[in-house]
């Protein structure tokens, strides 16, 4: 892929959740995002599926939209702490905490902050499902990743964040073991099952 085809990605997701923070039905959002990823995964260019997925896709295993996942969650302070992810195109990636949501029925979610150029809040997740037959992806998954453009927007009380599992989505390196992804460290990893999102049925 080209850095220009890559940038046409970004543009796209960066749409795509845009009309998802200005839809004021959530379960039409989420289909909507659902369809985008589909049609973005199956025909652009920069899909991350590798050749011989693609040629049987067709479409990414997310489950119906569920309201009871979605949540406006206020960050507390926590201790800085700094997270360096080696990856294989980008060097080391930096992040830093800047505090901790508290999910109720979940647990309390680490929240960083990308330390390098762009900036960017990033909230992995990873939950009882992970690595199990059927369930979700064994390195995490991602809830935002704000620089990339998944990003759901502020809750409506001050400093808190919309943190909707049915948006979770599973990073790059589920499809492609080419890509280096920052993945779920202990302070984002839960023991409940979390049904809502993106699944995973690959073998990578």
């Known amino acids: 892929m080209t850095a220009l085809e890559v940038a046409d ?34 025909h652009h260019p920069a899909t991350p599926l590798l050749p011989e997925d693609l040629a049987n896709f067709t479409g990414l295993p997310v489950t119906p939209y ?6 406006e969650v206020a ?13 294989g195109t ?3 990636v930096p992040f830093d905490l800047i505090g901790v949501a508290d999910v109720p029925g979940v647990g309390p979610l680490d929240v960083w902050r990308l330390a390098s150029y762009g900036g960017g809040i990033f909230i992995p997740v990873k939950d009882a ?6 369930g979700t ?31 979770a989505y599973n990073p790059s390196c589920a499809y492609d073991p080419m890509w280096a992804c920052p993945l779920a460290q202990p302070g984002n990893t839960v023991a409940v099952e979390i049904p809502a999102g993106e699944r995973y049925s690959g073998s990578h």
């Open 9 to 42: 990605w970004r543009r796209r997701v960066f749409a795509m959740y845009a009309a998802v923070r200005e839809s004021t039905d959530l379960f039409a959002a989420h289909d909507l995002w659902r369809r985008e990823r589909d049609d973005l995964f199956a």
């Open 66 to 71: 569920n309201p009871d996942w979605r949540f």
């Open 75 to 87: 960050l507390t302070p926590a201790e800085e702490r700094r997270m360096e992810v080696e990856t």
């Open 90 to 92: 980008d060097g080391v």
């Open 129 to 134: 499902l992970a690595g199990a037959r059927g």
């Open 137 to 167: 992806y064994g390195g995490g998954r991602y809830l935002l990743d704000t620089v990339k453009g998944a990003d759901l927007g502020a809750g409506g009380s001050p400093d808190s964040l919309v943190l909707d599992f049915n948006f």
